[in-house]
């Protein structure tokens, strides 16, 4: 049975960091990809990040890229988010997604979410 547990989320000023942490258990998760996703008050799921199953590819969406890094420790289970320069506009539910299959990547192919993890910025 296919887990994933958010964590890491909290509050935050503007300018500040967090670090999110998805753990991972149920599948071989060395064969798939991993990505972060976001909910916003008011607004559908967005993609955020994702990363293949060897780390050698990456990917972002224009509104947090040069300010969040996506990685994983594939002997952990776990895939991070690490977010920087921490904006109001990132206030949403994080959410991590596995690949819907082995090997195989597309922003859209995510499936088995996490119940998430809730982020705030403010002053």
């Known amino acids: 049975q296919v887990q994933l547990v958010e964590s890491g989320g909290g509050l935050a000023q503007p300018g500040g960091s967090l670090r999110l942490s998805c753990a991972a258990s149920?599948?071989?998760?060395?064969?798939?990809?991993m990505g972060w996703f976001r909910q916003r008050p008011g607004a559908e799921r967005e993609f955020v990040a994702a990363?293949?199953?060897?780390?050698?590819?990456?990917y972002y969406a224009d509104s947090v890229k040069g300010r969040f890094t996506i990685s994983r420790d594939n002997a952990k289970n776990t895939v991070y988010l690490q977010m920087n320069n921490l904006q109001p506009s990132d206030t949403a539910l994080y959410y991590c997604?596995?690949?819907?299959?082995?090997?195989?990547?597309?922003?859209?192919?995510?499936?088995?979410w996490g119940q998430g993890t809730q982020v705030r910025i403010s002053p």
């Open positions: 997604g596995k690949g819907e299959s082995v090997y195989y990547y597309h922003r859209d192919a995510f499936n088995s």
């Open positions: 990363i293949t199953w060897g780390s050698g590819a990456k």
């Open positions: 149920g599948f071989a998760f060395y064969e798939y990809a």
